[in-house]
């Protein structure tokens, strides 16, 4: 049976390994997994965020793609950070004549606590490899 919630990060994953089979600059930047996570979830929350905007879409799910291909948390963390840019999407963020703030959203999420704490979860799970680590 297909674990459809993994399929968004599959799909994210087949754009990136096509767009970075030629130019490997951005593995270069030596982001730690921290850094390399807040990006990707950043970057799932755009994605998410401006589905009306296909090139916008793309580019996002592009680079989450990235992120992830060079991340080193466990399939489960990116899960999360998926489900939590849902969350922050889903709240409502308007300007006084009424438009929409998605991008702010986001920007919100990539500063917020609640990343903060995954962030926290999965690299204390990387530096004790050997300990479980449960949900906080």
Same mark, same amino acid.
């Given at each position: 049976?297909?674990?459809?919630? &993994? ?10 390994? #096509?767009?970075?089979?030629?130019? #490997? ?6 982001? =730690?997994?921290?850094?390399? %996570?807040?990006? %990707?979830?950043? =970057?799932?929350? !755009? ?19 990235? @992120? &992830?291909?060079?991340?080193? /948390?466990?399939?489960?963390? @990116?899960?999360?950070? !998926? $489900?939590? =840019? *849902? ?5 409502? /963020?308007? $300007? ?8 702010? *959203?986001?920007?919100? &999420? /990539? #500063? =917020?606590?609640?990343? $903060?704490?995954? !962030?926290? *979860? @999965?690299? @204390? ?7 479980? #680590?449960?949900?906080?």
């Amino acid at each position: 049976m297909i674990n459809t919630r &993994l399929i968004p990060i599959a799909l994210a994953c087949l754009f990136a390994s #096509h767009a970075f089979a030629d130019d #490997h600059a951005i593995m270069q930047r030596g982001y =730690s997994p921290a850094e390399s %996570f807040r990006n %990707f979830t950043l =970057s799932q929350c !755009v994605a998410n965020g401006f589905q009306q905007h296909a090139d916008i879409q793309k580019d996002a799910q592009i680079a989450a793609g990235g @992120y &992830l291909e060079i991340g080193h /948390y466990p399939i489960e963390a @990116y899960e999360e950070a !998926v $489900t939590l =840019s *849902k969350q922050f999407l889903a709240r409502e /963020y308007r $300007t006084m004549a009424g438009q929409s703030l998605t991008l702010m *959203k986001c920007i919100d &999420l /990539y #500063h =917020s606590d609640e990343l $903060t704490a995954l !962030v926290e *979860k @999965y690299e @204390y799970a990387l530096a004790h490899p050997d300990q479980e #680590h449960g949900s906080n």
